[in-house]
């Protein structure tokens, strides 16, 4: 009940009591007169002792009535403190919070090779302010580098294969086997290992792009003549076998070829050749 209503409920409540007062006769110097407990403020409790003394149980009534507005007006004043404390504590909360963001995820390490150190940074904004407290001001965003390396990465200048692998043909360079090899690890790898199914299944074709090319080096080489292949990528499948018929049968050929030509089938093969041919290459990166 507002002010208003309650000032007009008890103005109605006090005519029905009474009757109408009459021109310059006040409902107070009414009161005044017969009872001399008036005060100022029409109290809950003024209106319930004036009902008492005088017998009118409605008085009494409306005496209650604006007791129990005023008590629930207290305990509404309290609930609104109660929050106004947590409201207190939840700034402080905040504004005790650190003034920056979490920080971002490392971007990608910009090494091309591996074992190459690159750079990565990560950011998080700063100043976050509040009315709640004076924060730091201005907001900014604030970076963090570091050095790093990739364990892993494809070059761009390499090709990642239906099955997964980073591979270069060197369709343009014939080179020794020796600078072919070495050319492959500047990149971060060696002459490709033809050392299992899939791969065998992804080089060909690769290589069915490059028409022009029938022998490639690949990687296997023998130290001495009559010796053990030997290898910078050891074999993913050690039984895969892809030796063309009779081959190898030249000790003295150190090196491993991948030969579509000489077989006269238009299949590709192991081979073992000199080292000291040129030929195309193809290169992979683990
Ligand atoms: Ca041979």
């Given at each position: ?9 008890l103005?109605?409540a006090i005519?029905?009591v009474h ?8 409902i107070e110097d009414d009161y005044i007169h017969e009872d001399s407990v008036m005060q100022t403020n029409l109290s809950g409790d003024t209106i319930l002792e004036i009902g008492t003394k005088l017998n009118k149980p409605f008085l009494m009534l409306i005496g209650k009535t604006l007791n129990e507005l005023q008590m ?215």
């Amino acid at each position: 009940m507002n002010g208003l209503a309650m000032v007009m409920f008890l103005w109605l409540a006090i005519v029905q009591v009474h009757g109408m007062p009459m021109y310059g006769e006040s409902i107070e110097d009414d009161y005044i007169h017969e009872d001399s407990v008036m005060q100022t403020n029409l109290s809950g409790d003024t209106i319930l002792e004036i009902g008492t003394k005088l017998n009118k149980p409605f008085l009494m009534l409306i005496g209650k009535t604006l007791n129990e507005l005023q008590m629930d007006t207290r305990q509404l004043l309290t609930k609104f403190n109660i929050v106004k404390d947590h409201e207190a504590v939840l700034a402080q909360d905040v504004c005790l919070l650190h003034p920056c963001s979490e920080w971002s995820a490392w971007s990608p390490c910009d090494a091309n090779l591996r074992e190459q150190f690159g750079g990565q940074n990560r950011s998080r904004s700063c100043g976050f302010n509040t009315s709640l407290c004076i924060r730091f001001a201005p907001p900014k965003v604030e970076y963090e580098t570091q050095v790093c390396q990739n364990d892993y990465i494809c070059p761009v200048d390499y090709t990642i294969t239906e099955h997964g692998f980073c591979i270069r043909v060197y369709h343009s360079i014939k080179e020794k086997r020796d600078n072919a090899e070495k050319m492959c690890q500047l990149d971060g790898g060696h002459l490709v290992n033809i050392d299992s199914e899939a791969k065998r299944y992804d080089i060909n074709q690769t290589l069915a792009r490059y028409r022009e090319i029938d022998i490639i080096w690949i990687d296997g080489k023998k130290i001495v003549a009559g010796g053990d292949w030997e290898y910078h990528f050891a074999p993913q499948e050690p039984d895969f076998y892809l030796w063309a018929a009779s081959e190898p049968n030249t000790p003295n050929d150190l090196c491993k070829v991948y030969d579509r030509k000489a077989s006269g089938t238009g299949l590709w093969y192991w081979w073992d050749r000199s080292c000291l041919a040129a030929y195309n290459f193809v290169c992979q990166i683990m």
